[in-house]
């Protein structure tokens, strides 16, 4: 089974036309045999991303169908931090995402090993938990989600761990 990501703008950003377009995703992954796995939302309903799991290679979404104005992917991740299992298990709820544009020069291995190296660090920020990251395969960025009291308290946690940020939007809590 192989993990996707697909990042989702709704063509209309308010809560109950977002919580209509993640069930028209759930429908379209299901129809072609994958399972939503997870879909977070960032503040103001602007944009949706969607992890869904996949036996062989995931198909595109059609945008105009799920009540989206633009779709990017699917793109092959890799999760970092729980195993999946535990994750459908408990789906836990992340109040912050962390997008990373991947440096060129950095490869998978090279990241892996740099995360794994630096994850003790967090515990310099104790009110921040590090929830769990999906890194494309392609190595185009990360997404990272961490349930925190606040922004800036993300931000000393991504100091901690001398991570950089380029975005840091808050998520939405849909059920």
């Known amino acids: 089974m192989a993990l996707y990501l697909y990042e989702v703008v709704p063509a209309d950003p308010g809560r109950d036309a977002t919580e209509l377009l993640i069930k028209e995703v759930d429908t379209q992954i299901g129809a072609a ?11 103001g309903y602007r944009r949706v991303f969607v992890i869904a799991e ?3 290679t995931a ?3 059609d945008p105009a169908t799920a009540g989206a104005d633009q779709v990017a992917g ?8 729980p195993a ?12 912050y995402l962390v997008e990373w544009d991947l440096p060129a020069e950095l490869d998978m291995d090279t990241y ?6 630096k994850a003790p660090q967090y515990a310099e920020v104790p009110e921040v938990s590090f929830l769990r990251t999906y890194v494309r395969e392609d190595m185009a960025k990360c997404l990272c989600f961490y349930d925190a009291p606040d922004h800036d308290a993300v931000l000393r946690a991504r100091g901690a761990v001398q991570t ?5 939007p808050g998520l939405e809590d849909l059920p």
Not at 33 to 43: F, N, P, R, Y
Not at 164 to 168: A, F, G, K, N, S
């Open 54 to 56: 996949y036996d062989g």
């Open 33 to 43: 045999g994958g399972d939503l796995i997870e879909a977070q939302v960032t503040a």
């Open 164 to 168: 950089p940020v380029d975005r840091l």
């Open 84 to 95: 999946l299992d535990a994750l459908k298990a408990a789906r836990p709820t992340a109040g």
């Open 74 to 81: 699917p793109d092959p991740v890799r999760l970092v931090g």
């Open 59 to 61: 198909p595109p979404l």
């Open 112 to 117: 892996l090993a740099r995360k794994a190296a």
